[in-house]
């Protein structure tokens, strides 16, 4: 599958990059058709990779500034920025990713504490099951680029400025998934085992710690991969308002600016690395917490 992806990404190059690919080979005094730029703009990149196939193919993997960068190209950008680097320059992407990082990790424990908390209420209180969850439902529905911009003006404008506006912008992306994990954890207990608990005449506070609590561990787990993934989804929007000079939003941002697309694409696969590492970090504490728990093997 992975084998089948790159090649399909290696053939997405030719027509992609075949503007620039005929562009070079005319400078290069090749022939091509149709002959000149101006004839050349208006066509696409299938059109023109028809009309020359072995030009656009030749040219398309070796660009400075292609539409779509090869997966050559991205590795080799990948390396130079992490392994050819000191971990202190502001061009590796360790060093952006280490600045995105702080945000992600606190909003993710301000959103994962906050969805726990609701869901607590949510299965306990018949009112903030009618009330908060429809409430909780809904503020998904408005775009994560629309109220960031909002968040960091209003924060700045009280003075809150740096990590703590971003780590918002995060804690509102990942306190849904855990909300509405643990609310299903929560529910998860069979009837038989609530009734008895009563039998024991258990408190709703033991209740909770006793059996709510660990029959939701899977769930909770489960939330928590996806609000980790989604915590630096909003960390990296929070910079895009601010014009931020450090973070992987920073290098996206300076990647559109000038037109690197091959730094745009690299910073994009350093953020999938990254969300990667944190969901395996907490897929091993689920398997330790589980098996100590005797719930996994």
């Excluded at 149709?34 to 040219?59: C, F, I, K, Q, Y």
């Excluded at 954890?185 to 609590?213: E, H, K, Q």
């Excluded at 999938?272 to 590492?277: D, N, Q, R, T």
Aim: proline share 6%; hydrophobic share 55%; glycine share 8%.
């Amino acid at each position: 599958m992975v084998a089948a992806l790159i090649a399909l990404w290696y053939l997405a190059c030719i027509p992609m990059n075949a503007q620039g690919s005929l562009l070079e080979a005319e400078r290069a005094e090749i022939a091509v058709t149709p002959p000149t730029a101006a004839e050349r703009r208006d066509m696409g990149g299938l059109a023109l990779t028809a009309a020359n196939p072995s030009v656009a193919a030749a040219g398309a993997f070796a660009q400075d500034r292609p539409r779509l960068p090869a997966p050559h190209q991205v590795v080799a950008e990948l390396i130079d920025s992490t392994i050819g680097l000191r971990l202190t320059s502001k061009r590796s992407l360790v060093f952006h990713a280490g600045i995105t990082l702080g945000p992600t990790l606190l909003g993710f424990a301000i959103g994962s504490l906050a969805g726990i908390l609701l869901a607590v209420g949510i299965v306990h209180s018949r009112v903030m099951n009618l009330s908060v969850m429809p409430w909780a439902i809904a503020s998904q529905t408005i775009p994560i680029l629309a109220i960031a911009p909002m968040i960091i003006v209003v924060l700045n404008s009280v003075g809150i400025q740096g990590l703590l506006p971003k780590a918002i912008i995060s804690a509102y992306l990942s306190f849904f998934p855990v909300t509405v994990g643990m609310v299903k954890g929560l529910r998860a207990p069979a009837a038989s085992d609530l009734d008895l608990m009563r039998t024991w005449n258990a408190s709703t506070a033991r209740t909770l710690v006793s059996l709510r609590l660990p029959t939701s561990l899977p769930y909770l787990f489960a939330s928590l991969k996806i609000a980790v993934a989604a915590a630096l989804v909003g960390a990296i929007i929070g910079e895009l308002p601010t014009g931020a000079v450090r973070g992987l939003g920073a290098r996206l941002l300076a990647g559109s600016y000038y037109g690197q697309t091959i730094q745009i694409w690299s910073a994009l696969f350093a953020a999938a690395i990254v969300a990667a590492a944190l969901v395996a970090l907490i897929a091993g504490i689920e398997r330790l917490t589980l098996r100590r728990m005797g719930l996994a093997r």
